[in-house]
């Protein structure tokens, strides 16, 4: 090629690659940004990843946290409810057993009385959770006492979940409707000789606190049944044995496990 030749090639080069020269630095620079795009993502989705694992891993320990706290709560329970027998047990008197079952009821919610039927009426007799004068020791006739008239006729346990109507019947727990509540029978010879009336604050969510009633149930039927033994051995004559008779509940109790299994 000869030398003019090969300056008009050259100048044509040159001026192509001032011409493409934009656009090939512009191409760089869109796979450049493309390339920045890609590794964002891929930090970004291992980022994700990442804190999916952790949330995962917390919640999974979570989890843990409140079954442990849960068997706790049960084994906690199951000692005072067998620490609430044996004081009902070794009760010597009927109203030792009524203070024990008060007692034992007091440890499972925040407000409980005992009320005594006296004919057509309920006597608040001793009380937890509602202050030194906030329940009148004034008699509550049967038709105006509600849920407690209700056990009295009915001789089982009545139950209210929180957001109901307010009770109105009894001095101290007038006008609050977010507790929940529960009114049981103690009984003896098949008769209503006493109301546990309780409430408590209803729990943000169904745990072992929400169980109540159950618990306070078992009590009043075994103080029940103490005051029902208490009461034929005063009949009959014989000093009632508190020892005896929480040896003969634990044989009973062992007696019926072994029909059950």
């Known amino acids: 090629m000869d030398q003019p030749a090969a300056a008009a090639l050259d100048r044509i080069l040159t001026g192509l690659r001032a011409q493409l020269e934009p656009e090939l630095r512009a191409y760089a620079n869109e796979l450049a940004a493309l390339s920045d795009l890609e590794r964002v993502r891929a930090v970004s989705q291992a980022a994700t990843a990442a804190a999916d694992a952790a949330r995962r891993q ?29 004081t009902i047990d070794e009760a010597p008197t009927l109203s030792d057993i009524l203070a024990a079952l008060l007692h034992g009821a007091a440890r499972e919610v925040e407000r409980v009385v005992i009320l005594l039927v006296k004919g057509d009426a309920l006597q608040p007799w001793r009380w937890s959770g509602f202050g030194d004068q906030a329940v009148a020791s004034a008699l509550l006739p049967l038709q105006d006492a509600e849920m407690a008239g209700e056990v009295v006729r009915t001789r089982v346990m009545v139950s209210r ?27 003896v010879g098949g008769a209503v000789v006493a109301v546990v009336y309780a409430d408590a604050p209803a729990p943000d969510q169904p745990a072992s606190t929400s169980g109540w009633p159950a618990v306070l149930d078992v009590l009043s039927r075994h103080a029940s049944r103490t005051l029902e033994a208490v009461t034929v051995q005063r009949a009959v004559g014989i000093s009632p044995d508190p020892v005896a008779r929480a040896s003969h509940h634990t044989t009973a109790n062992h007696a019926g496990h072994a029909e059950g299994s």
């Not at 079954?67 to 409810?81: F, G, I, K, M, S």
Request: cysteine-free; proline content about 7%.
């Open 58 to 86: 917390a919640q999974a320990q979570l989890a843990q946290v409140r079954d442990a706290a849960r068997a706790q709560a049960t084994v906690l329970l199951a000692h005072r409810l067998a620490d609430a027998v044996r």
């Open 161 to 187: 979940p929180a957001g109901g109507a307010p009770v109105t019947w009894l001095p101290g727990a007038e006008g609050d409707a977010s507790r929940a509540m529960a009114a049981l029978p103690v009984l």
